[in-house]
């Protein structure tokens, strides 16, 4: 099992970060490794199930996310069906002032197979330890 786990304090509030993570849909406009993402099933605007593309050159494998969120507080994330055994991770937000938010994020993951998790376990592991850049410059891209 993969994991990975960051705290930071961003300047921006708690709902700017939180509607950031949130819209799934956007992600390939700023996420390198996310090909394609959309909601497949939608229960109301903060619990949703998504599927995302992801991938590197030649390799891609898409998988559906179970999304359940509590607005301006936490978005958890399951992964319900893909090349993981498992892919769990969660935003926790917390305003420290109006403009300035501490921001705990945690992926846990796994693939399936030995050979999926050779091929793009490297490139996962990129991935995650850049999540956090690739959502502060988006934030910076809307906000300042």
């Not at 930071?8 to 394609?36: G, T």
């Not at 903060?46 to 301006?72: H, M």
């Not at 935003?91 to 945690?106: A, E, L, R, S």
Request: proline content about 3%; aromatic content about 14%.
């Amino acid at each position: 099992m993969h994991k990975y786990s960051n705290s930071i304090v961003l300047p921006f509030n708690a709902r700017q970060l939180y509607e950031i993570v949130i819209d799934v849909e956007s992600y390939p406009e700023f996420l390198p490794w996310c090909l394609s993402s959309r909601i497949v099933k939608k229960v109301d605007d903060n619990n949703f199930d998504a599927e995302l593309t992801v991938g590197y050159k030649a390799i891609d494998e898409k998988y559906i996310s179970r999304i359940q969120a509590e607005y301006e507080k936490k978005i958890i994330s399951k992964a319900i069906s893909g090349p993981f055994k498992s892919l769990d991770s969660s935003w926790y937000f917390k305003n420290i002032d109006k403009k300035k938010c501490k921001v705990d994020f945690m992926i846990e993951y796994q693939f399936k197979s030995f050979f999926l998790d050779k091929v793009m376990g490297s490139l996962f592991k990129k991935a995650t330890i850049k999540m956090l850049d690739a959502f502060e410059l988006r934030a910076k891209s809307l906000h300042n």
